[in-house]
């Protein structure tokens, strides 16, 4: 599928690895920047300037099929990331971004003037939207395995009511599922409904373990250029959000942690998961609003219709009375991570405020469609039509 970026008067199609290299060519001006003794405010500030010139020249990015085909404003894009940069990754998060895009206005002034610094930018919101933003929307089947199997020393007996529709479930993926049924009372977070009898189908649907914050790290290690995206992408991850993970190893931790999953009701299960709605840090500590990208969704108005705030609570004493054939863990099981939560709520603030979220879903295989698309550089694969 082809993309291109537009300007009035002015249409040119360039591959989009020609933008994410460019992009990455600023790597040493950024960290420069990042690192400077620059007011944090005067960067800022600066940043918002530059994206205000931007906006004039009302660059697009186009892709896919159709005349026209799809096409986002590539200004929105950076000026959602520039907005939302401190609730993902705080002040640091947020002084790299503008950092980033102040190094684009400076290698663009010493290098050209203001069309190269125009190009600049179109590349790094390109980049952002191909190898960042792209993979919150990207379609993973739910039975896949990115972690591997770990093998920890303490083992809880099997609890058959894990095993959905007989399917083998590994180890890690295991042991994920059956912290979050005890740390939850095999109740749905958002709905209270529950059951011991946890994967068994009724009229009000099933139960599911999800992760908050999904990103993939089954990677091939091996310079190829799945590989090459995939640090590239983690990379943006890793200074955009400050996520406690130094590399994709340890990344797969904090994914399978319980600390990054909730137990909640399939019918909720795809609004939650394509940023519909997500839930937004209050004051206290474990209490959580319920934020709306959109109208309401009748699944959620209809089990959870007074959208009160959502409190999380450990409630493994509860689960224990209820079935005595769960064995203890040795330690306390993490309520949700409110780092992680905040990552994804400003995501979803990013995806929608921009366009970014019904750009992606335009080009991604439709829902229901079994076809799966992990990175950019599969979607480019996926034939025409």
């Known amino acids: 599928m082809p993309g291109s970026t537009t300007q009035p008067g002015k249409s040119s199609y360039t591959g989009i690895s020609a933008h994410v290299a460019s992009f990455d060519g600023l790597g040493t001006d950024i960290a420069r920047i990042e690192s400077s003794d620059s007011d944090q405010n005067h960067l800022i500030s600066s940043a918002q ?18 005349d026209p085909p799809p096409s986002i404003e590539l200004d929105k894009v950076l000026s959602a990331m520039l907005s939302h940069a401190q609730d993902c990754g705080g002040q640091e998060g947020l002084r790299y971004f503008a950092s980033a895009i102040v190094a684009c206005h400076e290698r663009g002034q010493s290098n050209g003037g203001d069309a190269v610094e125009t190009n600049l930018l179109e590349s790094m919101a390109i980049t952002m939207i191909t ?16 972690l591997g199997a770990t ?3 303490y083992d809880p007996r099997p609890y058959t009511g894990l095993n959905l529709c007989g399917r083998h479930i590994p180890k890690s993926e295991e042991r994920f599922r059956l912290k979050l049924v005890i740390r939850q009372a095999f109740e749905c977070f ?49 200074k955009f959000t400050r996520i406690s993970a130094n590399n994709l190893g340890e990344l797969k931790n904090i994914i399978h942690d319980p600390s990054n999953g909730v137990l909640m009701m399939s019918d909720l299960l795809e609004d939650f998961a394509q940023f519909e ?48 054939t769960l064995e203890r863990f040795p330690d306390p099981i993490p309520l949700p991570d409110r780092h992680l939560i905040s990552i994804c709520a400003g995501i979803g603030e990013i995806l929608h405020g921009s366009g970014a979220g019904p750009f992606l879903d335009k080009l991604l295989p439709a829902s229901g469609n079994s076809i799966a698309v992990h990175s950019w550089q599969e979607l480019e694969e996926l034939p025409v039509g």
């Open 131 to 146: 190898q960042f933003l792209f993979i919150f929307k990207a379609k993973w089947p739910e039975s896949e395995d990115w």
């Open 190 to 238: 958002i709905s209270g409904y529950g059951s011991p009898c946890l994967f068994s189908l009724d009229s009000r649907g099933l139960l599911i373990p999800r992760q908050i914050f999904r990103w993939p790290t089954g990677i091939a290690e091996d310079g190829s250029e799945s590989s090459k995206s995939a640090t590239r992408s983690f990379n943006i991850l890793k």
């Open 151 to 153: 093998f920890d020393y």
């Open 49 to 66: 300037r530059i994206l205000d010139n931007f906006s004039k020249a009302e660059c697009r990015f186009m892709y896919g099929p159709g």
């Open 277 to 324: 709605w997500w839930l937004q840090p209050t004051n206290a500590p474990n209490d959580y609003s319920i934020q709306f990208y959109g109208p309401p969704s009748g699944a959620l108005q209809y089990f959870r219709p007074d959208l009160n705030a959502v409190v999380f609570a450990d409630r493994s004493e509860t689960s224990y009375s209820m079935d005595s």
